[in-house]
């Protein structure tokens, strides 16, 4: 969770406490040697109320059950990524994983295991992507990475060590699971953000229904 609200709040406070004590000294004859118990107060206040800003800022933009960023995250990152992309010169991927059969998990595993799968599956996630990289719960039982400075070679690493840890976590989890993946690259496929994601997102159903085939 970060600090933005907390640390804005202070500053305003400490700001404004800073303001009425020379305008009191100033006009009002105030003493500097009088206790700031107001202030203090008003510090405390407004710690609290950035606090709550903090919260609510953080919940808005995290998937509850797996601690992902949501994709109202990724929605309003996105255009200023991909910004400063163009002015380092450097390429972007996209990359959308969906788990295979995951219906049928649920329906004979029950809903509770299907939540542990996903949250399974999205801790392996964080131990196989880069530093810098973004991963985000898409929907339903669908994730998706956002690679900053990365190619085709890049992503293929990735996704190599992702199904090589699948299969560890089948056996943990004692029910086959796997995952089926498709990945775009910016700018070389699109410089379009809906096209980045369509192009990804065909690329994985292209793959789920090969295997299904």
């Not at 118990?37 to 509850?64: C, H």
């Not at 995952?179 to 410089?191: E, Q, R, V």
Request: with cysteine; net charge positive.
């Amino acid at each position: 969770m970060k600090y933005t609200g907390r640390i804005t709040g202070l500053i305003i406070m400490l700001m404004t406490i800073i303001a009425v004590r020379l305008y009191a000294y100033i006009y009002l004859d105030y003493s500097f040697s009088n206790p700031p118990y107001p202030g203090i107060i008003g510090l405390l206040i407004a710690y609290w109320a950035g606090k709550q800003y903090d919260k609510v800022k953080f919940y808005s933009e995290k998937d509850s059950l797996t601690g992902f960023y949501n994709r109202r995250f990724v929605d309003e990152l996105l255009p200023s990524l991909l910004a400063k992309m163009d002015r380092k010169n450097e390429k972007l991927s996209i990359v959308i994983l969906d788990c295979d059969n995951f219906k049928a998990i649920n329906d004979r595993y029950g809903h509770r295991k299907g939540d542990l799968v996903l949250q399974e599956l999205s801790a392996l996630l964080l131990t196989i992507i880069r530093k810098g990289d973004i991963a985000a719960r898409w929907g339903g039982d669908e994730f998706l990475i956002i690679a900053p400075c990365a190619g085709d070679e890049e992503i293929k690493q990735i996704l190599k060590r992702f199904n090589n840890e699948l299969l560890e976590l089948s056996k943990k989890m004692q029910m086959a699971i796997s995952i089926s993946s498709g990945y775009a690259i910016y700018p070389s496929d699109t410089k379009e953000i809906e096209d980045l994601i369509s192009i990804a997102d065909s690329k994985m159903y292209r793959l789920k229904n090969a295997a299904r085939s």
